[in-house]
């Protein structure tokens, strides 16, 4: 669908019958009245109704950045919430409510707008999210993008970056690499219920979800002094179309939208392992380990060993500003 | 300070030190170690240390609508954090935490995003407030804009737009009109100390901040079948220059971001207005009344008297898409 339009577009409606539009495609994702949802200046929360732990995150797609003019604006919605939902499942948390800010120019049309927004909805449902407030501005020239603040809450302790320690296991939840080549970026789910199974569990040591590629995301999991020894022949590759994601895209591609977590040595890996298939049906996928590093060369570098050789990994996962 | 530079610009830095970078001109705004800010999926928030009433809202400042290239990073920083403090204050709450997600070329100048970051930090400072996430996504051309989600918080009942009666006193905090042509926009105050002293009052039924100008943020405040009276001579206009804002000004430029009001009927006023005094030095400005509608045409409809006649006000205020 051609997200923009010369006639039926935002310039014919006002803020605040735009506003009214998108919140009638979100369904029942906006459903709470005003002032716990928008409709006020501020949207109110009760601090009493919260778990102990709450955390907050913040992302965005961009027209042109995080999806194409051709693909479905649908799934480009789903996809502003699912990547924020993936920050909150690295945490151990669930997600409750969300703020979502546009900045839309005027010739956006209002066609392609109902069904980004229907995709909002859609995903906020899915994982109980309300859509409690946020904006709209305006910009000259074709361009769309919407921020997401989403807001979560756990009882339980956080899963945090920090905390693996020598010996850990490192495991992802799934195949990686070719995340835009295959449309996964658009399609995944994130690892909502996987991220709550690993808090509870207690034996996860740190966690981060994998959307900038493991030559990136792996670095902040590394205590100081350490490296990841990963065995080229464990990393698990997306297959598409026939093709295969190569192991460069594995580590630079990035957008898995997979947890990539540290175990405990200290615990009991096969039992774990078999708990999470019984659960989720797929498996868990067991990487490489964390190990002191051997030379002050190979301290907070990931290492990759295939047919008995050690290779130190330079290509460092995606950056928005340097490729 | 030109926004753009061809050498010294962000595409020289990884997001990893941009994000360092950014994060150490926000100063003592941004201190809080991970979880608690920034550099884990998530920041994490305490539900133990919050108060009982949470708000959240969400507002950007982009380059070339919010504010110019020409005018000072410092204040546009400012603003962004100004603008959302507004918003709280206008819910008789404090704020606390903010996400800030930018948006922003790889030609923006990197001593221009480090005095927008320290307007930034400088405001926060000022009214408390941590920065504890947010994100950066590129995109091309000459780009930038920054959302803000901040969160604040009051053990008071909030301020609410519903709650006006027949007869209550409409008031503001302030001048209105010309926001743009004298630099208000950019160096404005937040009534944040105002808008708790009017919750603590619990004598102040509806309340909104002006942001989009008298002619459409009254209109909020109207209960059904009711019209907001206004004296003319009573509005009180922007002197800048030795020149003054025109009263169409009033009702349409926006961005005063004053407190938008209304007393109730049954309490004693002119006491109120004397205790705002001794504790603000300033006045506060009573504009009308809260009225009955005389005819269906003037259900919830602005009618400005002057010289004893009634008329109509049928501009309706800044609008992002319709002018």
Known sequence: ???????????????????????SKFGASA???????????CALIKAKSLQDNVCATSDA????????????????????????????????????SALASSICSPNISLDWLDAFSEGMGSACERYAIKIIGGDFASVKD??????????????????????????????????????????????FQPRLEQGVFFAES?????????????????RNLLPDGMCAELLEADIPLREFDGKKASIRGAFCDGEDYELLFTFSSKSNFDKFAKEYF???????????????????EEENALILI??????????????????
Do not use: W
């Open 61 to 96: 797609v961009i027209l042109g950045r995080h999806f194409a003019e051709t693909d479905s604006p649908f799934l480009a919605g789903e996809k502003l919430i699912k990547r924020n939902v993936s920050d909150i499942a690295s945490m151990g948390a669930r997600p409750f």
């Open 306 to 323: 295939s047919n008995s050789k050690r290779q130190k990994i330079d290509f460092v996962g995606f950056d928005h500003y340097i490729s």
């Open 142 to 187: 074709d361009f769309f993008s919407t921020h997401l603040t989403l807001l979560g809450q756990t009882t339980l302790s956080p899963l945090l970056r920090t905390g693996a320690k020598e010996g850990d296991i490192i495991c992802t939840t799934g195949v990686l690499g070719a995340s835009f080549e295959s449309g996964h970026h658009l399609t």
């Open 1 to 23: 669908m051609n997200p923009f339009s010369t006639n039926n577009n935002v310039a014919t409606l006002s803020e605040k019958k735009l506003i009214a539009r998108v919140c």
């Open 31 to 41: 459903s709470l009245p005003s002032p716990y949802g928008a409709g006020d200046d």
């Open 278 to 296: 019984a659960k989720f049906g797929e498996p868990i996928f067991r990487i490489g380990e964390i190990k002191k590093a051997k030379s002050s």
């Open 202 to 218: 207690g034996l996860i040591t740190s966690c981060i979800d994998l959307s900038d590629g493991l030559g990136a995301d792996l």
